[in-house]
Antibody, heavy 125, light 106 residues
Framework: EVQLVESGGGLVKPGGSLRLSCAASGFTFASYDMNWVRQAPGKGLEWVSSISSRGSHIFYADSVEGRFTISRDDAKNSLFLQIIGLRTEDTGLYYC??????????????????WGQGTLVTVSS | IQMTQSPSSLSASVGDRVIITCRASQSISNYLNWYQQKPGKAPKLLIYAASSLQSGVPSRFSGSGSGTDFTLTISSLQPDDYATYYCHQSYTTLFTFGPGTTVDVK
């Protein structure tokens, strides 16, 4: 059974730092691209960052570029998100999500097929 | 790429046919996915590649569209379907979600 378990969230003052973790099990972690998606309280989903299998390709949303760093440790089946310079608008539930793709009609679209339950980050003075 | 959804919310009864639309600001081929989210829960993949039903998802859910305009249809709304639905484009490496459509009890 695929499982993704996030941890590392908490209450942090503006300007502070956090390191979020996502422990994966039930699948060959090293073979999959992984993502972080966040959700502010009462708001919609916002994609944050992605990292390819083997970590060779990394992408960030404009809103977090330069402050967030995604990484992975395939030996430990773990995904990470290092956050510095936290802002109040970074408050929310942070999900890790596995990304898969499948050939459909000549295209190879990506989708998030498994999600963790999220870890809550609260930025407040 | 900006994603919009309509309506932002709708009220429906069990048995109703529900249609949610999603529009992309530029063509995204079939790189469009739909997720369902219930309060306090993680999103769940329903449809990928615009019209492919994810394994284990009831057949009352269907998706259609290509290019810029897409729809999610629930053929006969069930009590378990009251939730918020999000579209998601994966055409570009900077993924984006729609703002969501909440389906509640009429």
């Amino acid at each position: 059974e695929v499982q993704l378990v996030e941890s590392g969230g908490g209450l942090v003052k503006p300007g502070g730092s956090l390191r979020l973790s996502c422990a994966a099990s039930g699948f060959t972690f090293a073979s999959y691209d992984m993502n972080w998606v966040r959700q502010a309280p009462g708001k919609g989903l916002e994609w944050v960052s992605s990292i390819s299998s083997r970590g060779s390709h990394i992408f960030y949303a404009d809103s977090v570029e330069g402050r967030f760093t995604i990484s992975r440790d395939d030996a430990k089946n773990s995904l990470f998100l290092q956050i510095i310079g936290l802002r109040t608008e970074d408050t929310g539930l942070y999900y890790c999500a596995r990304m898969s793709s499948r050939s459909v009609g000549g295209t190879y679209p990506y989708f998030f097929d498994f999600w963790g339950q999220g870890t809550l980050v609260t930025v407040s003075s | 790429i900006q994603m919009t959804q309509s309506p932002s919310s709708l009220s429906a009864s069990v048995g109703d046919r529900v249609i949610i639309t999603c529009r992309a600001s530029q063509s995204i081929s079939n790189y469009l996915n739909w997720y369902q989210q219930k309060p306090g829960k993680a999103p769940k993949l329903l449809i990928y590649a615009a019209s492919s039903l994810q394994s284990g998802v009831p057949s009352r859910f269907s998706g259609s569209g290509s290019g810029t305009d897409f729809t999610l249809t629930i053929s006969s709304l069930q009590p378990d379907d009251y939730a918020t639905y999000y579209c998601h484009q994966s055409y570009t490496t900077l993924f984006t979600f729609g703002p969501g459509t909440t389906v509640d009890v009429k």
